[in-house]
Structure formats: C-alpha cells, structure tokens
C-alpha cells in the first residue's frame, strides 16, 4: 500500500518561501513521475511542477523561475521550494504519483497562504 504524505505548507507574506516536502511510504519513487498539484477556491486543480527519476523537471508558467521540485533519493521524499510567493500562489498543494500512466496516488494535501 502506497500512502505519500505532504508537509511544509503555512502562511507567508508575499514576497516569502515555503518548501514542501512529499514523502512516499510503502514504495520507493523508482520510476514514472511525481508532480505537485494545487487547487485554489473555485478553481479547477492544476499541475505546477513535476520530475522524474532522471532529473527531469517541467514547471508550470507560472511557476517557473520561482519554483524548484526536486528528489531526494535518499529520503524517498519530493520537495518543492518556492520562491517569491504571491497571494495568487494561494491553494492547497497536492503531491501525486504518476507509476506508469496516470496519477494513481495522491496525499492529503498541504494549505499554502500567501497574504498581501
């Protein structure tokens, strides 16, 4: 049984960081893709960030140059580092696992704030 687990998340002043953290238990991350996923009141989820066992990573337009997902091999653990928040960055962060060909595993999600 897989279950991730997502931490980090709080309330920020705009302009601030937050770094979550998505950590598998059950399975190691050994193949496919992990994203991190948010969904803000009222709007459909969408997907910010994603990587790879090999390195690779794919952001989001509006994440990009300020958000980095990354895999800490040893911990089993995805992280997401954001930088220079914004309230529209507001929403409940999800972390998903995509083993082959669709997220099948999903945390409980995290609350982002972003206050003005």
């Known amino acids: 049984q897989v279950q991730l687990k997502e931490s980090g998340g709080g309330s920020v002043q705009a302009g601030g960081s937050l770094r979550l953290a998505c950590k598998a238990f059950g399975r190691p991350f050994r193949f496919g893709s992990v994203g991190w996923w948010r969904q803000a009141p009222g709007k459909q989820r969408e997907l910010v960030a994603l990587?790879?066992?090999?390195?690779?990573?794919e952001y989001a337009d509006s994440a990009k140059g300020r958000f980095t997902i990354s895999f800490d091999n040893a911990e089993n653990t995805v992280n997401l580092q954001m930088n220079s928040l914004k309230p529209e960055d507001t929403a409940v962060y999800y972390c998903?696992?995509?083993?082959?060909?669709?997220?099948?595993?999903w945390g409980q999600g995290t609350q982002v704030t972003v206050s003005s």
């Open positions: 990587t790879r066992g090999t390195g690779s990573a």
């Open positions: 998903a696992w995509k083993p082959i060909s669709v997220y099948r595993y």
